[in-house]
């Protein structure tokens, strides 16, 4: 039973993981023709135009479009340093992560969760899973529902920044025929030349997904979208941020500042953000930063604007810095305040990885054969297959009530002690949304990644929601404004509808894997947790004791929804209270979208530069 396919490691998610990367070729020559790397603060100019705070993901596609145009000048200012994820001789990706780890969580037995964001240029798009997906039509006209009135951020509306955000290129015609991947490039996706962010296919999948697949297609009611892109989700397969010439990752170095000859675009490393400066009138005039190589403080000012994309995790802690944030919360650490948002830090969210289930076949079928590329078999476990399915086929028997009950809830009940109201009124409106989703029988209504490991013999999965209904904080410590990293509290499974929906999916893979599903004949038995795991108190407590509430993909924590709900940013990314000062990355996103979350930031980059172009046009802007 030596076979490769049969023994797996348990590895959760291996997608999302740092370490899944594809085979790395030789390092990129640096290219000679780029805009400037500023080595020392000495070496700036004395202000800008734009200055840009993280060279991360949305960042670097916002610094990119606005030196499009030669007059105006932009600096991105990045805490880590230049480096190349694709170099086998390189650093390696622990080194350009955060080091953070969440406060215990009472609803997991008290366990800290370990989290890396990405640290140094490119952000996280250096050191992601490399999926590229997008959530549904409704998952974005909800962004709509909590914004201002007339907000442009609804499917229709963000659809040709998707288009912008990535360059598609369709899979091989042997990989598509052997794995019956289906796309629509005219309604999904754009091929725009000027967009050097790639998406495309692997040279091969793991061929025993097929026994899933099959398996999928044969039970019943399961959406399957011609493309999984195009606003409505099923079962799908989506491609992966990767140059298909070079094989290498490409992401928002590669695609927005390397090979620009622009001398208007600086970059300075090494540089950490501690306060965006405000006048009186609480108009943006700089940016104050630590040149980590000397430990030294400098200021540095933005004649137009400053733009704060420095990821979910650190915004809202630049902005509670600087005195924009909850009014007690800066009170206490004895911060001016400049701005009182109740929901800087708050509304924050992030893709949670349930707990394991497994199974063995005890009448296994033979290993699917493929005549396209094969991948060592470490890598493209499941890879390239979701099931994001609505809430009425993945849960028959119990999508209803969990809908009414998230409806009848007091978010007061479940939110962190002092939530301001505001926050709790957009919780309530999210809470109304999403159970209006659960009900709703169009595809993508709600959702679980369905991640298979181990599989033909021995499958299983880790399911994973992509609309979680608790919500955590994300806070400087009042105690120590010194240190580096926010205080990240998930608040995971605070919500008990978070424990019914895990539920709930555990118990599709029961029945889809089960005497009663599509592959009874190879006889599964179930080995994690166990067929005598069922009673719902048995059940909740194997979720607490494995559940993980974290994908990386955090957002929400300085949110775009009207002031009244705890928004933080206005339509136009503009921070409530103060002048000239944007957000524009992952915390702008007031609910998760159903799937990964880089696409939808690089979409955030490419309306935020839109905006900022339209803000300054014949007013001496781009
Ligand atoms: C390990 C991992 C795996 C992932 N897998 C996937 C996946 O497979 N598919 C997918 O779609 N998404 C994935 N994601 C999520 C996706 O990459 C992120 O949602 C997205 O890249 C976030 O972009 P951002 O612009 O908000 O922040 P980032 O890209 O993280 O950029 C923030 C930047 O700000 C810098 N910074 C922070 N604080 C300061 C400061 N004070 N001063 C100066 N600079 C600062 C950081 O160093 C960083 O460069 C993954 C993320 C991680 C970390
Ligand atoms: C995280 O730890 C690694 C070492 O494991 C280190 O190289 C890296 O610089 C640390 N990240 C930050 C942001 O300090
Ligand atoms: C690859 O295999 C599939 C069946 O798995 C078959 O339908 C297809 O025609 C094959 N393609 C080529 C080019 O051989
Ligand atoms: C391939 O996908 C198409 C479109 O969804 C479907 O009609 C067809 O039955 C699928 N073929 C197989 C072999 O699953
Ligand atoms: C992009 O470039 C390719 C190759 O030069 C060309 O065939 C294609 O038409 C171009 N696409 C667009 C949208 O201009
Ligand atoms: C504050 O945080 C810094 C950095 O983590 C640490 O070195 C210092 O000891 C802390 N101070 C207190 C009073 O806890
Ligand atoms: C299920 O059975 C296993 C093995 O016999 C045992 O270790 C476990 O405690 C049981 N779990 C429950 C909830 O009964």
Known sequence: MSNKYTIFPIIVAALFLVLSNLPLVAAIPESVLRARHVQSPKDLRKSYDYVIVGAGTAGLTIADRLTESPKYTVLVIEHGRFWNPSDPNGDGQRAHLYNLTSMPQIGLDNRAIPLGMGFGVGGSSAVNGMAVMRGTVQDYNIWAELGNKGSTWTWKGLVPYFRKAIHFVPPDPVLASDFNITYDTQAAWGQDNDTRVYASFPGGLNPAIKIIYNGLRQAPNIPFPRDGHAGSHGVFYYPLSVNPNTRQRSYSRTGHWDGLNRPNYDIITSARATKVLLDKGNVVTGVEFIFTETGKKHTVK??????????????????????????GLLKRARIPVKADLPGVGANFQDHPIGPPIRFTFTNPPPPPTSNSTHLPPSEGQGQGLVADLPLPIAAPFTFSTIASSLLDQNPASFAAPGTDSSVLRGYKAQNCLLAHQMLSSTPGSLSFLHWVVGYPTAPGANPINFHITSRGTVTINPANLSAPDPVVDYRALTNPVDTDLMIAYLEFYRRFFGPEGPL??????????????????????????????QAWHPVGTAAMMRRELGGVVDDKLRVYGTKRLRVADASVVPILPGGTTQLTVYMIGEKAADLIKETWKGKGGV
């Open 302 to 327: 933005a004649r137009k604007e400053v733009v704060v994309s420095t990821g979910a995790i650190h915004t809202p802690y630049l902005l509670q810095l600087s005195g924009i944030g909850p009014r």
């Open 520 to 549: 009874a004949e190879y006889a599964a038995v179930e080995t994690v947790p166990g067929a005598n795991v069922t009673s719902r108190e048995d059940l909740a407590r194997y979720i607490r004791a494995t559940y993980i509430p």
